[in-house]
């Protein structure tokens, strides 16, 4: 094998590729290999054209470069924009790539409004409708896994702080004939942080953002917002994507499409050509059937609402993907170190493990078995056994 070699220098729009092995980067360059991915197999990443491979272990492999195959997932990046990327996923099954979809959908933490209190609206939106449309309004969020803690497991405050949430306030009053239009960048940031998460989201041209509300000649609205960080899981407004496209076999050689059509399969599942044409001729629809074949291609587009980067939110799945493998290995291979939740782990609170008697030990050691922790069953009576 031969060494490893310095990172090729991509323009900005081509750094994206570097979402699954996790380059630093300065100024859309790759300025140092990644340490995170050792352990991992060689990942072959096609940019435009351009191959790149990291071996997890060594840097970036010539060897792959020239052309050996990697084992592994791979991913191709076909198309990236501001808020949305296309690529392809291959040689994984197909419950690791939909778990991939999954998770940038309803597990990646984003922050948004949570809580509005409303001082004054005199508009024609009843307060109910002011408060939804402000928590739909997208905000900054790059960052907010590691710099701000949930609102629920936060240890400084009992409401909300700085540590777990953003405020914002709005106050406007149309004072003059005609109609007012209040949009997103007429909230007000107390306190702005650097990292800017927190700050409503603006990508269209005028640079107002969503509309909230219209006014007329002497309404008003005076009102605070508490944004808070959570995932879709809880309420869609957390989502970080407004789609997630997710295809497979697009000329249908498994014949899964055959079981799941009402009158004509070709007008209810219309065939990707990108995507067809992606697979090559060996998977065209008359070729021969292999009833265990199983899709090794996986067609991704991820179309995000600028809360997060397409790669933020590309990595963000994964390692969503990660932590819960983590946690299911911990409780599956480490029974003593797992603790109340291992089949033979430590049961006490205390941190020992009460001496065996047929179960007339509780884990807090009353002489009962099947007892409360003050030696008595629910019933007042003893437990099983007669001691």
């Not at 099954?93 to 922050?111: D, G």
Request: with cysteine; proline share 6%.
């Amino acid at each position: 094998m031969s060494p490893a070699r310095k990172p090729q220098e991509f323009p900005a729009t081509r750094v994206f590729a570097a979402f699954l092995v996790d380059h630093n980067r300065v100024d859309g360059e790759i300025v140092s290999t990644p340490d995170s991915c050792k352990g991992l197999s060689i990942v072959l990443i096609h940019v435009e054209g351009i191959a790149m491979a990291y071996n997890g272990y060594n840097g970036f492999n010539d060897d792959v470069m020239d052309g050996v195959e990697a084992s592994g997932p791979k991913v191709t990046v076909r198309e990236v924009e501001p808020d949305r990327c296309d690529f392809v996923l291959q040689s994984c099954s197909l419950a690791l790539a939909n778990s991939l979809r999954r998770a940038m959908l309803a597990e990646i933490p984003t922050i948004s409004i949570d809580l509005v209190d409303i001082t004054t609206n005199s508009s024609v939106l009843p307060d109910e409708y002011l408060a939804h449309r402000l928590g739909l309004i997208p905000l900054v969020s790059k960052g907010v896994d590691e710099n701000l803690n949930y609102g629920r497991d936060c240890d400084r405050c009992d409401d909300h702080c700085e540590y777990c949430s953003v405020v914002l306030r709005l106050h406007v009053r149309c004072s003059q004939a005609g109609t007012m239009l209040v949009h997103a960048n007429d909230l007000m940031v107390v306190n702005p942080r650097q990292d800017g998460i927190g700050q409503p989201v603006i990508r269209d041209a005028n640079g107002t953002g969503p509309l909230i509300a219209k006014l007329r000649q002497g309404q008003e609205i005076q009102l605070e917002c508490i944004a808070k960080k959570g995932i879709a899981k809880e309420h869609a407004k957390w989502a970080p994507t407004s789609a997630v496209g997710f295809e497979y076999d697009p000329n249908n050689k498994l014949r899964h499409v055959d079981y799941w059509y009402e009158t004509d399969a070709k007008e209810e599942w219309p065939v990707d050509e990108r995507n067809a044409t992606w697979e090559g001729d060996d998977s065209a629809a008359d070729a021969a059937f292999d009833p265990d074949a199983v899709p090794s291609a996986f067609f991704f587009d991820v179309e995000g609402i600028g809360t997060l980067e397409p790669d933020d939110i590309v990595r963000g799945g994964i390692e969503v993907i990660q932590k819960k493998l983590a946690e299911t290995i911990k409780v599956l291979g480490g029974a003593e170190a797992a603790g109340v939740d291992g089949m033979n782990g430590i049961q006490s609170p205390d941190g020992y493990e009460p001496a065996p008697a047929n179960g007339a030990f509780s884990s807090y050691g009353g002489l009962r078995g099947g007892t409360t922790p003050y030696g008595a069953t629910p019933y007042g009576a003893g437990g099983y056994g007669s001691y």
